[in-house]
Structure formats: C-alpha cells, structure tokens
Nanobody
Framework: VQLVESGGGLVQPGGSLRLSCAAF????????MSWYRQAPGKERELVAG????????IYVDSMKGRFTISRDNAKNTVYLQMNSLQAWHTAVYYC??????????????WGQGTQITVSS
C-alpha cells in the first residue's frame, strides 16, 4: 500500500499550488480521502476531506474558499488545489486514506508528506 504525494514546493505569497496523491495497493474508490498538514512546532491537523464517491467534502474553516479537494477514482488520485497561499500555509502536507468496513475493521494509510513553503 502506498500514497504518493507530489506538487509541493516553494511558492510566493498569493500564489497557487496543486497537490496530487496517487494511491497504490488498495481499493481507492472505497476510501475516504483527506489532506492534513503539520506546521513547524505544531500538531498535525485536518485540512480537507472528501467522501469515497466524491459527493461530499469538508474543510477546516481557515481553508474554506482558498482550497478545493477533489478526486478521480478512475486514476486513483486525490487532489488539493490551493489558492491565495500565505506564509502561514507553510507546512508539510500529508495525504490520508481511511475506511470503516462492514465488519467494523478500520483501515488507515498515510503518505510520506510533501513540503509547501510560502515565501517571497
């Protein structure tokens, strides 16, 4: 099982980035997908989430209107479009997958993380 993030890097304030997370080794279309972030010296926190079929999304309040999560189940990939980035968005961003099966087995997977640095 693997979650492989890409698309991070250095961006100027006000800029945009699009993160991708490609999933391997599990039935992607049955998992909820989320993006988390961890800023220096802080705990990891949820940024956005999307249901398995993509019909519903959630965002942390501070990211609403700036970030958009989406998924393509045919490509086993989830995306995070990030606009109007500011310095406080600097963090490592992690892809996350989870599922509760019909027999109440919980499966959780994490990506390795991708660094986003917002700086002029």
């Amino acid at each position: 099982v693997q979650l492989v993030e890409s698309g991070g890097g250095l961006v100027q304030p006000g800029g945009s980035l699009r993160l991708s997370c490609a999933a391997f080794g599990f039935t992607f279309s049955t998992y909820r997908m989320s993006w988390y972030r961890q800023a220096p010296g802080k705990e990891r926190e949820l940024v956005a989430g999307i249901t398995s079929a993509g019909g519903s999304t959630i965002y942390v309040d501070s990211m609403k209107g700036r970030f958009t999560i989406s998924r393509d189940n045919a490509k086993n990939t989830v995306y995070l479009q990030m606009n109007s980035l500011q310095a406080w968005h600097t963090a490592v961003y992690y892809c996350h997958a989870d599922r509760l099966s019909s027999d109440f087995q919980v499966s959780v997977y994490w990506g390795q993380g991708t660094q986003i640095t917002v700086s002029s």
